[in-house]
T-cell receptor, first 113, second 112 residues
Framework: AQSVTQLGSHVSVSEGALVLLRCNYS??????LFWYVQYPNQGLQLLLK??????LVKGINGFEAEFKKSETSFHLTKPSAHMSDAAEYFC???????????FGKGNQVVVIP | DTEVTQTPKHLVMGMTNKKSLKCEQH?????MYWYKQKAKKPPELMFV???????INESVPSRFSPECPNSSLLNLHLHALQPEDSALYLC???????????FGQGTRLTVV
């Protein structure tokens, strides 16, 4: 079964600083990978997805992620944090054609003014 | 229309009540999902419908009963719930065979 690891439940970052959220997957076959963001009392919004077309994926709100097969990783970055980036971020993975998304535990991002 | 719409946004129900959660999408997606999310936790898959047929039931208690009347609608019927069933219930949809899921805003359920 697919599993996704996100380390560090809470991540604090200063406004204007780099945002880095780590995600590792366990699969011998590269899965489809996603980053979702969730604001309080709302649903999940897709930030970006990897579907094997390109290893560097650009998403919404200035976020991007790089797929590294050798490291089984799909880390999320944003060069300069904004106060509006404070939210919960989930990494998820699934094999093509499999309707089960495996979620990581999530990272609560706090942006310090 | 790129939205998944869930109603109601909030629901408070007693343990003897019967209520239903509703979900609607008009993106032509043939896969629809119910997830349960507790506070500070990732969503947990409950049910998957593919072409209006139930394809995955993640061993969910029978007090939760899903229904897919047509390709645009998904319901979750609730009966005799427990306080520990209080959570955010998320509906999602996607293309069959594709793994990307579009989520609704959720229904915040409180069982008293």
């Amino acid at each position: 079964a697919q599993s996704v690891t996100q380390l560090g439940s809470h991540v604090s970052v200063s406004e204007g600083a780099l945002v880095l959220l780590r995600c590792n997957y366990s699969s011998s076959v590269p899965p489809y990978l996603f980053w979702y963001v969730q604001y309080p009392n709302q649903g999940l919004q897709l930030l970006l997805k990897y579907t094997s077309a390109a290893t560097l994926v650009k998403g919404i709100n200035g976020f991007e992620a790089e797929f590294k097969k050798s490291e089984t990783s799909f880390h999320l970055t944003k060069p300069s944090a904004h106060m509006s980036d404070a939210a919960e971020y989930f990494c998820a993975a699934a094999l093509y054609g499999n309707n089960r998304l495996a979620f990581g535990k999530g990272n609560q991002v706090v942006v310090i003014p | 229309d790129t939205e998944v719409t869930q109603t109601p946004k909030h629901l408070v129900m007693g343990m003897t009540n019967k209520k239903s959660l509703k979900c609607e999408q008009h993106m032509g997606h043939r896969a629809m999902y119910w997830y349960k999310q507790k506070a500070k936790k990732p969503p947990e898959l409950m049910f998957v419908y593919s072409y209006e047929k139930l394809s995955i039931n993640e061993s969910v208690p029978s007090r939760f009963s899903p229904e897919c009347p047509n390709s645009s609608l998904l319901n979750l019927h609730l009966h005799a719930l427990q306080p520990e069933d209080s959570a955010l219930y998320l509906c999602a949809s996607g293309s069959t065979g594709d793994t990307e899921a579009f989520f609704g805003q959720g229904t915040r359920l409180t069982v008293v």
